[in-house]
Nanobody, 123 residues
Framework: QVQLVESGGGLVQPGGSLRLSCAASGFTFSGYAMSWYRQAPGKERELVATITIITSTLSRTKYGDSVKGRFIISRDNAKNTVYLQMNSLKPEDTAVYHC?????????????WGQGTQVTVSS
């Protein structure tokens, strides 16, 4: 059974930091690109960051324009966990953050989602 379980959300003041975690199980973690998405009330879902394994020691990362320079995505393949370090948080970062795992095998796409964790940035 595939599971993606996010944690680490909460209430933080503007300028503060949070670290989100996503624990994965039920699939071959190292074979998947891992991403964080977010969705604020009344807005479309937005890609925050993606990390893809290139080699055993090299990963490629990609960030949404709104978080570049403030957020860092990382993964620990030994722990089947992906992280999102969020720094210099702004009120507009307030959203539900979802973990996503995606891979393509031949013509088949596999796409898994977590339930999400709420991040609220407010004074």
């Amino acid at each position: 059974q595939v599971q993606l379980v996010e944690s680490g959300g909460g209430l933080v003041q503007p300028g503060g930091s949070l670290r989100l975690s996503c624990a994965a199980s039920g699939f071959t973690f190292s074979g998947y690109a891992m991403s964080w998405y977010r969705q604020a009330p009344g807005k479309e879902r937005e890609l925050v960051a993606t990390i893809t394994i290139i080699t055993s020691t090299l990963s490629r990362t990609k960030y949404g324009d709104s978080v570049k320079g403030r957020f860092i995505i990382s993964r620990d393949n030994a722990k089947n966990t992906v992280y999102l370090q969020m720094n210099s948080l702004k009120p507009e970062d307030t959203a539900v953050y979802h973990c996503n795992a995606r891979t393509v095998a031949g013509l088949q796409e596999y796409n898994y989602w977590g339930q999400g964790t709420q991040v609220t940035v407010s004074s």
